[in-house]
């Protein structure tokens, strides 16, 4: 049998070799789950709901924005104007719209909100793209969705002193964003600036709160590099997003890139002011890994905030594999807090 006698230098360069390979494969197999499929075998649910569709509540540059109210088919406790909550959409904040509310597992959470004397209002905003409409555009639609609520739900019979947020995925983040910052910050409409995007409490289901860890911004650029040549399209669809997302283009400006994600990133503003919150978050989600969940929850309890989180070991990202059974549960556990916060 032939011996094989490797110089010194040689075991280097294979152990390199070896050890950026093991690098990039890391790297990129974090990037590609982004956009990992979120497809739901659930039966799907065929309510009739009392709904409003398509009310305007705000024109950007001619553009009209446009939010869908579902009204629950009995009263709140004898209530008069029913408990609202706001449903901020995913879709990587590039795509989606309001309709996915009636998809998934929030079909479900719909259905057991409005059966239970609440009305959900499930809301549409700018989408992000590489020239207009980042993350600042949409966080301001977010709160400008909570004060049209405020100065107009009366006249749709919701009380407008029983409002929460709920977000899924992106939607999560923007949710985080409208119930944490303060009012002066993502000012909107002119005419909605005065009223306030106050909401009493906020339901997180699998949102990214740190999105520097969430698209590795931190990548030196020798690894970016080597992946740029071994997972191109991956590397891709990652700057990709982040120019839509903060208007920047991380090969030249990543500066700027990492200072646009800390400022859009939630576990910033955690202070002993936040609403009370409900964190919701699969153990097996490898689009938004279950630790920024558990950081966020970490955060708020540090500061006193009233907080909690409730992990489902099997889930993936948007609950995609839930089961009838877990769906139920979502929305028990999303009903149960939303009562909890009512304030009669």
């Given at each position: 049998m032939a011996e094989f006698n490797l110089t010194q230098r040689q075991k280097w360069l294979i152990a390199?070799?070896?050890?950026?390979?093991?690098?990039?494969?890391?790297?990129?197999?974090?990037?590609?789950?982004a956009y990992a499929s979120t497809a739901s075998s659930l039966p799907k649910l065929s309510p009739s709901y009392p709904s409003f569709k398509n009310v305007i509540y705000k024109t950007v540059d001619g553009v009209n924005l446009h939010l869908d109210i579902y009204k629950p088919s009995t009263t709140h406790k004898g209530a008069q104007l029913a408990p609202v909550l706001i449903f901020i959409h995913g879709?990587?904040?590039?795509?989606?719209?309001?309709?996915?509310?009636?998809?998934?597992?929030?079909?479900?959470?719909?259905?057991?909100?409005t059966?239970?004397?609440?009305?959900?209002?499930?809301?549409?905003?700018?989408?992000?793209?590489k020239k207009i409409n980042h993350i600042q555009h949409q966080i301001a639609d977010c709160k400008d969705a909570v004060r049209w609520v405020r100065l107009n739900g009366e006249k749709y019979g919701l009380d407008a002193n029983n409002i929460g947020i709920w977000g899924a995925s992106a939607g999560g983040q923007l949710a985080m964003m409208t119930a944490y910052?303060?009012?002066?910050?993502?000012?909107?409409?002119?005419?909605?600036?005065?009223?306030?995007?106050?909401v009493n409490y906020l339901i997180d289901t699998y949102g990214p709160t740190d999105l520097n860890t969430l698209f590795r911004t931190e990548l030196n650029p020798f690894i970016?590099?080597?992946?740029?040549?071994?997972?191109?399209?991956?590397?891709?669809?990652?700057?990709?997003?982040?120019?839509?997302?903060?208007g920047f283009d991380i090969?030249?400006?990543?500066?700027?890139?990492?200072?646009m994600c800390q400022e859009f990133s939630p576990i910033n503003y955690v202070n002993k002011n936040c609403c009370p919150t409900l964190i919701m978050h699969g153990g097996?989600?490898?689009?938004?890994?279950?630790?920024?969940?558990i950081k966020m929850f970490v955060e708020l309890r540090k500061?006193?905030?009233?907080?909690?989180?409730?992990?489902?070991?099997?889930?993936?990202?948007?609950?995609?594999?839930?089961?009838?059974?877990?769906?139920?549960?979502?929305?028990q556990r999303i009903l149960a807090f939303a009562q909890s916060q009512y304030k009669g």
């Open positions: 390199i070799g070896l050890g950026t390979g093991a690098v990039i494969y890391f790297a990129s197999s974090k990037l590609s789950s879709g990587s904040w590039v795509e989606a719209s309001k309709n996915n509310i009636k998809k998934t597992f929030r079909q479900y959470v719909l259905k057991t909100l059966q239970n004397g609440f009305a959900v209002v499930s809301v549409d905003y700018r989408l992000a793209n910052t303060d009012e002066n910050c993502y000012i909107g409409n002119a005419d909605l600036k005065n009223t306030t995007a106050h970016t590099a080597f992946a740029k040549l071994c997972v191109r399209k991956v590397i891709t669809k990652r700057n990709r997003q982040l120019k839509c997302v903060t090969d030249t400006q990543k500066k700027r890139v990492m200072q097996a989600d490898t689009t938004v890994k279950i630790e920024q969940s500061c006193g905030v009233e907080a909690k989180m409730v992990r489902y070991k099997r889930l993936k990202h948007s609950f995609c594999n839930a089961s009838v059974a877990e769906a139920h549960d979502v929305a």
